[in-house]
Every structure is written in C-alpha cells, then in structure tokens.
C-alpha cells in the first residue's frame, strides 16, 4: 500500500504499521473513517458515504447516538472493569432485560467478546450438555473466523485453514435454491418442495453420521454475507423437529440477523422456533462496544447447575459493554426501531427487486426486513463480473459489504424513505455501469 513513489504521509491515519484483514496489505483499501452520524459516515477528506450496510452489519440503531455514548462514558465513571466472576448491576439489568426479550425460555446468557467466541462456547455446551462429539453446520454459513468458529463456516474463508480446525463439524445443504445439489438453478422447485428436499437430505446426514454421535445442529436462522437465504415455511421448524426426535441441541446463530435486522427481535420469531442455544453480537450493542452472548434455555442451564463449565473469558461480562447493550436495547425499545425496519421492509424489498428487474449483471436478489442480498451474475470473460465491486460502490458515496458475489444490503434501522430512495438510486446508477461494462447493457 505504501512504496517509495507513495511515502505515507506524516499525519495520515492510514500507517505501515496497520495490519488489515481479510486481504493481501498491499491490496488493502481501508475506508479513512473521520466520523460518522446517524445512516452517514464521513472521510477524512469530508465526503458523506451512505452506509447501506450498517458497517458490517452490526450498527442497527444508527451511528453517534449519544444515549448509548453517555451509558457508556458513564458506567466508564463508575466501574469500568469487573472480572468475569464479579457480579456487576449492569450485569443483573442486562440480564433481566435480555430474558424478557429472548424468545421461548432462554433466559441464561454468557458473555462474549463477539460472535465467533460465541459460537465455540454454544457448541461446548452443546458438547457437554449431550456427551456427543459431531456438530453439524450448513454450507453457505459465516460463524467467525476463530478456528472453530471457521470450522462451523461454510464458506471460502474456511479453505485456507483447513484440515487444523476444530474437528467434528459435519456440513449440510440448507435450502438454497440453485446452490444445493436437491435444488438446482433453474429447476422449477416450488417452496414446499423445497422444503420437503432440504429435510430429506438434513435426514440422511444425520441418519448417515448417526444421531446419537451429533451434539448439536448450528444455523442461520437466515444466512447474512452468504446470501440472505431465507428459509421456506416449515424449514426451521422441520430441523427443531429432528432435532427433538434424535436428542440433538439446535443452536441459532442470530448474530446478524438479532436485534430488529429482520423486522422481529430475533429471525427465528419469523418461523415461530425457539432454539435450545441462540449465539448473539452484532447488534447487542450496535458496534458501540465489543460484545457477543450465548442465550441458554432452562434445561441446558439445569445441566451445568452441578456440571462445571469449562470455559472463560477475561472480558467475560465487561461492565463498558453491557451498558452499551442496555442503552442500545432502550434505544431499539423506546425508538420502536424494530416495529419500523419490519414497516419499512416491503418498501426495501420492492426497491431490491428492482434492481433484479433492471440489471443484467444482477442474478437474484433476497431480502427480509431491511436485510438484503444482491447476488451477481458471475458473467463471462476470466475475470469474475463481482470483483471489487464495493470499492467502485464507494466512489458512488455508498458504504457497501461484499462477500464474494454478494452485496450485502443492510442499513441502519433509523433509515428514512427518502434515504432508501437516495442509495438505492446510487446502487441502480451504479449497476448501469456494470452492466454497461461487463455484459454489454441492458438485456
Ligand atoms: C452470522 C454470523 N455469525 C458469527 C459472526 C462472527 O462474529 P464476530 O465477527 O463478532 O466474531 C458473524 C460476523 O459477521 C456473522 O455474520
């Protein structure tokens, strides 16, 4: 990123000293963020960027809101830190507030860092609760980038590690329309089908691997970066009911999709499921501080009653981040902010699916609250047609995600109208572009 034409400049926030993720440095294009409000990030030149994906999916309740800045710069005056076997009275607030929000009876929460650490603990209680070794995950799955919660990840980022991941973890088809075998593209599957094929396969890996060696099923309730696959009515419940029928723990990963992303508190209300373990961050506290929980329902929490839980973290039930939730989950409360991504959600998705409509270059697109996919053609030529697309989106003053051909749409819950309007006009103007570039114009 730096060579000797380009010598960084003294007062740059961009150093060589920086070590970015998820890219080669020398092909990092960091973001140079000054300051952000409400939907809007700044750079440090003063340009206004629309952020279309709430960061990276986590900021649900809007940048620079100042009652969660205030919980936080005062629970840093009154006791900054506790250890993780120190009880705090934002701990017990927290606590009590989450039970009343989680669905079915998880009422216990551990305390994470984030939503990766989260994940590896929901799958050592599974483990221990079960005394059974195997998890069984889906392909087209993010669970974090930690060695077992890459593991669980089925997607490209997990190739470059394996075979040292944590073993055991077994990967399904969920299902997704042309990217399971029992679904191809184009096949005219309709939803119960659909269903009814996704279960039948679920059974056979589990009747293949045996039921009583499989500790836990772990999912997206609807997968985030891998495309908002959104499930067919019946599918979670279907997976809950082998899950019941084989001793087998379903855990929810409603690390992206918790806390309104979806028009409901947590995804799974959508399908009416309550999970045995449900993993959480993101939008527990809206990024304002690092934050991640496993909710545990009455019967696992029983279990560890008289069973120790091997398992801890130094940062375990940190008093600045739990105030940052608590402020978060009056902001969703009090804002009504969940009530307002679900009203404003056929509007996102009319918008979406525009996009579909008016550009070749795009192959579908997915959305559920305002949480959207918009999946590229991968199109002809050797280069792949998706390829960089969010550092163009970012000239057009949109603050896009991207995970391999998907743009991941997902802005902050306080979106107006006439924001929507705003970046979805720019995506569109975007697009044109695209599609004029790469596969010849309009079809
Ligand atoms: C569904 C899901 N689970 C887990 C994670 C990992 O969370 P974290 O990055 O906080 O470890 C992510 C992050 O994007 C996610 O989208």
Known sequence: MTDDRNPPQADSIITPHDFWTWTAQSSANPFPLDRAEGVFLWDTDGRRSLDFSSTVMCVNIGHGDQRVIRAIQDQAAALPYAGPRMATQVRATLGRRLA?????????????????????????????????????????????????????????RRKPWEPFLMPGVVHFHGPDRGHAPFAPAGAPTNDDELCRLALAHLEQVVSAEGPETIAAIVLEPVS????????????????????????????????????????????????????????????????????????????????????????????????????????????????????????????????????????????????????????????????????????????????????????????????TEAQLDDGFGRLSTFLDGVDARLVGGRG
């Open 224 to 415: 985030g970066a891998n495309g908002v696959a959104i499930p067919p009515a019946g599918y979670l419940q279907g997976v809950q009911a082998l899950c019941r029928r084989s001793g087998i723990l379903l855990v929810l990963d409603e690390v992206l999709t918790g806390f309104g992303r979806t028009g409901r508190w947590f995804a799974c209300e959508h399908w009416d499921v309550a999970p045995d373990l449900m993993t959480l961050a993101k939008g527990l506290t809206s990024g304002y501080a690092p934050l991640g929980a496993v909710a545990i329902s009455e019967r696992i929490a029983r279990y560890f009653d008289d069973h120790p839980f091997v398992g801890g973290l130094t940062y375990s039930g940190h008093p600045l981040c739990l105030a940052a939730a608590l402020a978060n989950i009056d902001v969703l409360e009090g804002d009504g902010l969940v009530a307002r991504a679900d009203r404003l959600a056929p509007g996102f998705a009319r918008r979406a699916a525009a996009l579909k409509d008016g550009h070749r270059s795009v192959a579908a697109v997915r959305a559920i609250g305002l949480l959207a996919a918009v999946e590229m053609e991968s199109g002809p030529g050797p280069r792949p047609l998706w390829r960089g697309l969010a550092r163009g989106l970012r000239e057009s003053g949109l603050w896009v995600h991207q995970h391999d051909e998907m743009l991941i749409l997902a802005p902050p819950l306080i979106i």
């Open 100 to 156: 009343k929000l989680a669905p079915g009876d998880l009422n216990r929460f551990l305390f994470t860092a984030g939503g990766a650490d989260a994940n590896e603990n929901a799958v050592k209680m599974a483990r221990a609760f079960t005394g059974r070794p195997k998890v069984l995950a889906r392909h087209r799955s993010y669970h974090g980038a930690t060695h077992g919660a890459l593991a669980l990840t089925g997607d490209s």
